[in-house]
């Protein structure tokens, strides 16, 4: 569905600072629901909280496939906005299911399964949006509501009952949530690390059907190739590449090493003088978050007790819905009033400073 929202956008006569609002206004929903949830998940576990928000994606992509105005459009991500903690959960999940020894194995592992997705979804919904806009959306709540039962019966609790009962009674307060876990001193620089890299890279997913059309031409279908080829650069970065590299690097020089990637891969699409640069160009990026995502993630997971991952990875999340609230807006007001180019040398910026903030982290350990 990734690449085919912006085209929702245009089907009823919307323009790439709507698309990108689409998306801010799911990641709003995201800032409110996401620390709760996390930390729901720590007191209840995880297996009841993540199916309730498997659930409500399916419904939320059977409406978007419904959808006949904007405002459908905008209900049907508020609502997967408000249930859509899966990957964060996911995370947490491993967190439970780890050792400090395999964390960040594990968490790489998690970008493998979003890469596959990343992957053959958008392969599949360029298929099938030769058919009408609604059947991606309708097969993707199939899968969304396939996947909820696969759950339901056959995916084991993590959280023991003895963990549970240590975690914090949670706070329905999404501000008090991430203010218990950004005054944690030991993560705060990796913290704001993680939000410069993910507000570099938050505009570019809605923007780049976008980019791609206007500067190269291409169509939807050419987009969803696209995405395809990138799901096989992250699997590769993260089913492979850090595996081998992490036992005899770390997850700091990966974690620097990522970010570096990621400033020089946005700057190079920035400036792609053909279409067929953005290949190598997206594979550097590949590089730098398959190496800094599970590095940043595991460094901050290691740091706090195990009973509170979740509020953790909830705060983690709360982050991220911030960089996906401004990241898209940013990147259409930018691409609108500046240059196509403009959201991607941003980026590169962003991820400079990221590296720098990082550095200055790991030095002052």
């Known amino acids: 569905m990734l690449p085919l ?7 009823q006569a919307g323009g790439a600072a709507i698309a990108g609002g689409l998306m801010s206004v799911y990641s709003a929903v995201q800032l409110v629901s996401g620390p709760v949830l996390g930390a729901l998940s720590d007191r209840y576990g995880r297996k009841p909280i993540l199916l309730m928000c498997l659930f409500g994606t399916s419904f939320a992509y059977l409406l978007l496939g419904l959808a006949n105005s904007l405002f459908v459009i905008f209900l049907a991500v508020f609502i997967d906005g408000l249930t859509g903690s899966n ?18 194995r594990g968490m790489s592992l998690a970008g493998v399964a979003f890469g596959l997705g990343l992957m053959t979804g958008p392969a599949l919904g360029g298929l099938l949006s030769g058919y009408g806009l609604s ?40 501000a008090a949530q991430f203010k218990s876990v950004f005054l944690r001193a030991n993560i705060q620089k990796f913290l704001a690390a993680l939000f410069l890299l993910n507000l570099a890279f938050a505009g570019l997913q809605t923007n780049f059907p976008l980019y791609s059309n206007q500067r190269f031409g291409w169509t939807p279908a050419q987009n969803s190739y696209f995405y395809l080829y990138v799901g096989v650069c992250g699997i590769f970065v993260q089913g492979y590449l850090f595996g081998r590299l992490q036992p005899r690097l770390g997850e700091r020089f990966l974690a620097l090493l990522g970010l570096a990637c990621m400033a020089a891969g946005l700057a190079a699409m920035a400036f792609a003088p053909v279409a067929w640069t953005l290949f ?56 609108e009033l500046i240059a196509f180019s403009a959201p991607y040398w941003l980026g590169s910026v962003l991820a400079i400073a990221a590296f720098s903030i990082a550095y200055v982290g790991f030095a002052s350990d």
């Open 5 to 11: 929202l912006p085209f929702y956008v245009q089907a």
């Open 87 to 104: 990957l964060t959960l996911a995370h947490a999940y491993i967190a439970d299911s780890t050792t400090p020894e395999t964390r960040s």
């Open 135 to 174: 059947v991606p959306a309708f097969t993707a709540s199939f899968l969304a509501f396939a996947n909820t039962a696969f759950g339901l019966f056959f995916l084991p609790e993590s959280l023991p009952l003895e963990r549970r009962a240590a975690a914090i009674a949670p706070v329905f307060s999404w």
């Open 280 to 335: 190598p160009a997206v594979a550097v990026v590949a590089l730098g978050t398959g190496f800094s995502i599970p590095s940043l993630t595991a460094l901050l997971s290691l740091r706090v007790p195990d009973h509170e991952q979740g509020r953790l990875l909830g705060g983690t999340q709360t982050l991220l819905s911030l960089t996906n609230i401004f990241g898209p807006t940013l990147a259409g007001v930018t691409f």
